[in-house]
C-alpha cells in the first residue's frame, strides 16, 4: 500500500515507507506549498511534539460513517502544513530538530467514477537518514472509498486522460492505500499473510479522541465526529503510525527506528482547502 515511473516519480506507498525508507500513505496527505523542511538544529532532545488537546470522549467506536467516502479532502491546491521533531542519533550523539512540512494536492483529474490527485511532499519524505529532505511526487487514485497508490502513475493518469479508455484494471489492488468506511482490525498487506500475522501490514488501530481546534482553517467535524484512527505498520527494524481524522485526512505522522535512532514526529498544524 506508499518509486519512479516515466517522469514522474512517486514516493514509496505505504507498506513501503518503513521497509524502504526514504510516506506512507499516503495518505494523505502542508501551507506555502511544498518545499524542504525548515529545521533548528540542536544537540538536545526537545520536548515530545505537543497533541491537540483531546475532544471529550463519546461512545465507543469502531469504524468510521459510510459518509466518509468524501471524508479526504483531495482538492486542487489544497494544502497541510506539519510540524513537530526529527531525532537522529550518530557517534553516541543525539539531534533533535523542529520542523515544518508540507503536504499538496498540485492537481486532480477526474473521469467517470475515477478520480486522481497528483500529490507533492509527504510526512515520510523526512525519514531521510541524515540527508536533506526532498519532498516526492506521487499519485493517489480512488473510487467508492478505496484509495490506492499506483506504482505506475504516469500512465494511470494517461489513460484516465484518455477518452477512448475504459479504464478497466486501472490499478491493482495490492496497491491499496485506505478503504472507507475505517474499520478497527482491517489490515493492508503487499503480500498473503498467514492468519493473526499483521506485521508488515497496516492495520486499523482503535480510534482515538482529537480535537480539530488546534487545526487552523480545519472544516467544522460536523457528522464526521472526532475520532481519529491511528494506522499503524509494524516491522523487526521499525514501525510507523499515519493518524486519519475524518474530513481532514492525515493530522499525525510517527516513525521510529527500532536500531540506529531515526525518528520523526509530526502532527498536523494548519489546513487549507484550495479555492
Not at 106 to 128: C, F, T, Y
Not at 130 to 152: C, E, F, H, L, N
Request: glycine share 8%; aromatic share 6%; net charge negative.
Amino acid at each position: 500500500m506508499l518509486w519512479s515511473t516515466g517522469t514522474l516519480p512517486i514516493a514509496p506507498r505505504l507498506s513501503s515507507v518503513i521497509t524502504r525508507p526514504g510516506m506512507l500513505a499516503c495518505l494523505l496527505l502542508t501551507l506555502s506549498g511544498c518545499g524542504p523542511a525548515t529545521a533548528v538544529p540542536s544537540t538536545t532532545p526537545a520536548e515530545p511534539s505537543s497533541r491537540p488537546v483531546p475532544a471529550a470522549a463519546g461512545p465507543p467506536a469502531t469504524t468510521t460513517s459510510p459518509k466518509d467516502v468524501l471524508a479526504l479532502p483531495l482538492r486542487t491546491g489544497a494544502v497541510w502544513t506539519y510540524r513537530g521533531t526529527t531525532r537522529r542519533g550518530e557517534d553516541d550523539r543525539v539531534t533533535t530538530e523542529a520542523v515544518t512540512w508540507t503536504t499538496k494536492v498540485l492537481e486532480v483529474v477526474q473521469r467517470g467514477a475515477w478520480s486522481a490527485a497528483v500529490m507533492e511532499g509527504h510526512p515520510g519524505d523526512l525519514v531521510s537518514w541524515g540527508a536533506a529532505p526532498t519532498p516526492s511526487s506521487y499519485v493517489i487514485v480512488w473510487r467508492d472509498g478505496r484509495y490506492y497508490q499506483p506504482s505506475t502513475p504516469a500512465a494511470v493518469l494517461a489513460r484516465l486522460r484518455d477518452p477512448r479508455d475504459e479504464l478497466d484494471h486501472l490499478v491493482d489492488e495490492a496497491e491499496l492505500l485506505l478503504r472507507l468506511p475505517l474499520r478497527v482490525g482491517d489490515a493492508y498487506c503487499d503480500e498473503p499473510q498467514t492468519e493473526g500475522n499483521t506485521h508488515y501490514c497496516w492495520t486499523v488501530e482503535p480510534p482515538q479522541p482529537w480535537s480539530r481546534t488546534s487545526i487552523t482553517g480545519a472544516p467544522p467535524a460536523s457528522a464526521l465526529g472526532e475520532r481519529a484512527f491511528p494506522i499503524m505498520l509494524r516491522t523487526l527494524p521499525d514501525h510507523t503510525v499515519l493518524t486519519y481524522l475524518p474530513g481532514l485526512g492525515l493530522v499525525a505522522y510517527t516513525y521510529a527506528h527500532h536500531g540506529t535512532l531515526e525518528e520523526v514526529d509530526l502532527v498536523l498544524s494548519s489546513f487549507t482547502a484550495g479555492p
